[in-house]
Every structure is written in C-alpha cells, then in structure tokens.
C-alpha cells in the first residue's frame, strides 16, 4: 500500500516529546544526536525535560517538533513500501523535504531553529496576533480579515486548516476587529491564540531577507516522491523551486485543506500517517477527506506496532 506521509507544525511540543524513542531505538537516538550536534546545544535535554518555557520558544520549539519528526522516520523508514507524496504544515514542510531526501536532518535542524528566530524577532519589530475561528466557511473569515483591516492595521487568513477552521493572523487591532466580523457572521468560536508574532502574514516580511539567505546556505536537492507546498498547494519535484515556495511560506497563508486534496489525488487508496508529535493533523484529515485512512507515529508504542 502506498503511503502519504503529514508532518506536524508548531503548537504539538510537549516536555518529554521524543524521550521514550531515543530510549527504545537507537536509530532515533542517533537522529537526535546529530541534531544536538548541529543546533550546538542538547535540544534533546530541552525536548525531554524541559524546562516549559524555553521549550515554547518559537525557536525551540520548531527544531524539537522536526527532531522528533525526523527521529521516528528514521526507525520507520525500512518498513515504509512506497511513499506516494508528502507535506507538511508550516515549519512540517522542512520535515517533509527531509522525508524526500531533499534535505538532510541536520541541516533543517539549523534551519528551522534560524527560522524560528527570525519570525521571533520580526514579532518583536511589528507585534501581532492570532486568533482560531472555528464554524465558518473560509470565504467569510476572507470577508472578515477585509472588513476587518484598514490602510495601517492588516489581518489576513493565515492557516486554512479545514472546510470549518481557520486561523486568522496580523495587528492585533485588525485582528480583533476581524474577529468579531466573524463572530456577527455566525462562528462557533473564536480563540485568540498565544503566540509571539502574526506567523504567515505581511507581518513577517522583515523576516524574508534572512530566511532566504539561510536557505541559500543549504544544499537542497530534488525530492525523490511529490512534496507538497503549503503556500500554494502544489507538488514541488525540483530543489530550486522547494527553495523558492519555503521562502514565500513565511508570509503566505498556509493552504492545508487544498494540499489534502492534492495529496489525495496522487493516489486515492494511499494511506496517509503523520509523522512526529500529537495527532492535530490527522483530526484535520478527517474534515478534509472523510474517506480517507489516517494512522499517527509519534510514541513508541505507535512505532513499534507499525515497525513489527
């Protein structure tokens, strides 16, 4: 059976994340050593013990979620048949490129960690903020963001999660006032979300300049199978173009309800499984192709189950 693989972004952290991996095979302790050896710190010890605080820094948080990631694809990868296609959401995308072959751990380790660092301090420049809504359509969280914006205050649609979830991102006067668009529209909920800068939107752009020359830093190369791009849905097959799309990420939304069906598409009876830390993706998947087989490897016991 051909298998589609999902990578998780930001937010499925936890103290003790990859603990009991490392413990249990020595594939993943190697995959978090050399993560350690190449972020310059143990960010094993950060991911296992904490503490909490420094572990929810955007730029810990997103090297751990990839280490973890990474480490159980390491111990999986020899019982994996076929591998149809991939993606990831958001910082997910660089653990999809490593899944492909197109990147090496190590290197997106250092990527992801420089990433994190410079959308915490274009966050620290231009503050903004956040928020879930929950039970409208993403047409009129679209409406929302532009009544809800002016000239100098920008809110924007920024994770297009489900049919019936979507995160709006930018000021926090925009996005305050999209969110009650939103509530007057009709949504279940709308939750402002803790976070420490308005991720994929105009928001980051001071960011780019050094993403892109941290990318540039890096040798890329072509994808062995269809990873698929967050900001524009498609199957990226080339280095240049991989390069290219992880750039325009930082700012643009992420399009995960498009990219499922795009995935979907590449083969219908593919088994999709999400790789790393927590299961959000696969209670995505569910909203997006209902028909569709999900499995989540993430603990030891998960993985051991699906490597015997």
Known sequence: MPDILLFPGQGSQRVGMAADLADRFSAARETLDAVDEAVGFSLSALMAGGPEEQLLQTDNAQPAILAHSTAVLAVIRPALDEIAGAAGHSLGEYSAYVASGSLDPDHAAVLVRERGRLMLEAGAARPGAMAAVLGLPAEQVTTACLEGSTETHVAVPANLNAPDQTVISGDPEAVEAASAQCRLAGAKRV?????????????????????????????????????????????????????????????????????????????????????????????????????????????????????E
């Not at 994929?200 to 050094?210: F, W």
């Not at 097959?237 to 799309?245: D, F, I, S, T």
């Not at 598409?265 to 696969?282: T, Y």
């Open 191 to 307: 939750i402002p979300l803790k976070v420490s800068g308005a991720f994929h939107s105009p928001l980051m752009e001071s960011a780019l300049p050094g993403l892109r020359a941290a990318l540039a830093s890096v040798p890329f190369r072509d994808p062995q199978f269809p990873v698929v791009a967050n900001a524009n849905a498609t199957q990226v097959r080339n280095a240049a173009e991989a390069v290219r799309l992880l750039a325009e990420q930082l700012t643009a939304p992420v399009r995960w309800v498009e990219s499922m069906h795009t995935l979907g598409r590449i083969d219908p009876q593919a088994r999709f499984i999400e790789v790393g830390p927590g299961s959000v993706l696969k209670g995505l998947l569910r909203r997006i192709l209902p028909d569709a087989q999900c499995i989540t490897l993430g603990t030891t016991q998960e993985v051991e189950a699906f490597v």
